[in-house]
């Protein structure tokens, strides 16, 4: 599990690794989630982290808005490492293709990493470490909505800095 710290909560957390069966658990449960996510048009979202027994477990799933997504109590006994949410079904008024400095100033003030399941099937891991966004997996390696038109991409990169995102956000806002 690691060395653990304190959220601004007070709630301890582990290091994450994207890599192995952190990766495998959150794979596996946004793909599950990208076709509610699609149907509904709204993100879900959680946590995964490790309970009393070391193992490693997600939260129970929030159902979130179409942009959105207040993620749930962390349970009393549980050791954070992530965030994961969808970003919801494809449309073209949202740049939901990649992350937005929000999804990664949220993960920051937690001091955890994050995971993020765009409309065309990406993969993002938020490290909070180093504010840089990674695409993991490429397009349509998680389920795609089949409205998704992949050229609303937009200016994608497989890693982006905090800064990246805040100029292109505040481009993109003119």
């Known amino acids: ?80 490492v992530a965030s994961f949410h969808t970003h919801g079904r494809y449309s073209p008024w949202y740049a939901s293709e990649w992350p937005t400095t929000q999804d990664m100033d949220t993960d920051a003030a937690d001091g955890i990493a994050g995971y993020i399941a765009t409309p065309g099937g990406r993969l993002w891991y938020v490290d909070t470490r180093s504010m840089t966004v990674r695409q993991i997996c490429g397009r349509g390696c998680l389920p795609q909505d ?12 497989p890693v982006m800095t905090y800064e990246d995102l805040r100029r292109w956000e505040a481009g993109a806002a003119h």
């Open 1 to 80: 599990m690691g060395p653990r710290t304190l959220t601004s909560r007070g709630i301890p957390t582990a290091p994450s690794s994207p890599t192995g069966a952190e990766r495998a658990l959150v794979t596996a449960i946004l793909s599950d989630l990208q076709h509610r996510s699609f149907e509904e048009g709204r993100e879900f979202c959680g946590y995964v982290g490790y309970d009393r027994s070391g193992r490693l477990v997600p939260t129970r799933i929030h159902r979130g808005h179409e942009s959105s997504c207040p993620l749930p109590p962390v349970p009393a006994d549980m050791v954070l």
């Open 146 to 157: 089949p409205a998704y038109r992949p050229e609303d991409d937009g200016p994608l990169r």
